[in-house]
């Protein structure tokens, strides 16, 4: 049964950080480009950061570029989602994407609440 499960969410002071992780079962993320995106309520779902396959190459929202970081976790079919000096404005529902070819997959999401 393919799942994508994100978890690492939470309740941060602003500047804090947190960590993300993306698991999957049923195939292997080696094989797919993934993303994370977020939404808030009102608002379209928007790309946060994703990571390509043949070369590993990430790309940034210009919102997040140089506070968060893409990475993969191979050896344990694990996508994280490292988010430091975080901001007000970055809460959000995250939510993780699988993606190749006609094949997409996305988790349920986890919530990330940035306050004081």
């Known amino acids: 049964q393919v799942q994508v499960v994100e978890s690492g969410g939470g309740l941060v002071q602003p500047g804090g950080s947190l960590r993300l992780s993306c698991a999957a079962s049923?195939?292997?993320?080696?094989?797919?480009?993934m993303s994370w995106f977020r939404q808030v309520p009102g608002k379209e779902r928007e790309g946060v950061a994703c990571?390509?396959?043949?070369?590993?190459?990430?790309y940034y929202a210009d919102s997040v570029k140089g506070r968060f970081t893409i990475s993969r976790g191979n050896a344990k079919n694990t996508v994280y989602l490292q988010m430091n000096s975080l901001k007000p404005e970055d809460t959000a529902v995250y939510y993780c994407?699988?993606?190749?070819?006609?094949?997409?997959?996305w988790g349920q999401g986890t919530q990330v609440t940035v306050s004081s």
């Open positions: 049923g195939f292997a993320l080696d094989f797919y480009s």
């Open positions: 990571i390509s396959t043949s070369d590993g190459m990430t």
């Open positions: 994407n699988a993606k190749r070819g006609w094949y997409n997959y």
